[in-house]
């Protein structure tokens, strides 16, 4: 197959690339050789998967590479199949047969890496969601409250207003009900008559 594709890339290769980058750094190999098999797989040079992967892809998985990197430290430090077939001639056979059942770290798959960091992106999103939503309500919140605030001096500016009138309207009746009772005291007058002063008094007037 040729080697010399320089059409663009797509996302499948994309994922193919970081697939194998990862899988080699977990193993213990080199970019070098990831980038050459990548190479042969997509028909294009190391040089070109290499300048993709630093330019672009490394980007979008530096979250896979350290759990690779953290990985690929847990595997050198227990090696429990090399160790294994190291003491496989000394050890007897039901201690070998322990050895091999030895835990090996969990090696995760690219699917499930980026199933992982897809729903943590969903997770952020929906995050900062909540985050604008809530400030929207504290936004909303406080004009309520100044509204609030005005309605109740508007209210209070109305009460007093009533009670201003409540106490008018109390000293007309006490004129008019002084006013009756004058009238009644006059007995067989024709006509009693009345006129009100400058403090609001009433006062009779002479015939």
């Not at 050789?33 to 979008?60: D, I, M, P, Y």
């Amino acid at each position: 197959m040729s080697s010399n594709r320089q059409d663009a890339w797509s996302q499948d290769e994309d994922v193919l690339l970081a697939e194998v980058v990862l899988r080699h750094i977990r193993e213990g190999g080199t970019q070098l050789q990831a980038f050459e098999e990548v190479g042969r797989k997509l028909s294009r040079t190391s040089a070109a998967c290499g300048f993709r992967w630093n330019s672009f892809v490394r980007k979008q998985y530096k979250s896979g590479i350290e759990l690779a990197k953290k990985q690929r430290k847990q595997s050198k430090k227990y090696s429990p199949i090399v160790k294994a077939n190291e003491e496989k001639q000394e050890l007897p056979k039901q201690q070998v047969e322990s050895s091999s059942e030895l835990e090996v770290p969990e090696v995760f798959s690219m699917g499930s890496m980026i199933n992982y960091l897809q729903k943590a992106e969903e997770a952020v999103r929906n995050g900062e969601k909540v985050r604008k939503e809530n400030t929207q309500l504290h936004g909303q919140i406080s004009l309520l409250k100044e509204k609030l605030q005005e309605v109740e001096e508007e209210l209070k500016e109305y009460e007093a207003k009533f009670n201003l009138l409540e106490e008018d309207h109390k000293s007309l009746l006490a004129i008019f009900e002084k006013a009756r009772k004058m009238a009644l005291l006059q007995g067989n007058e024709d006509k009693v008559k009345f006129q009100m002063d400058k403090n609001g008094n009433l006062q009779r007037l002479n015939k």
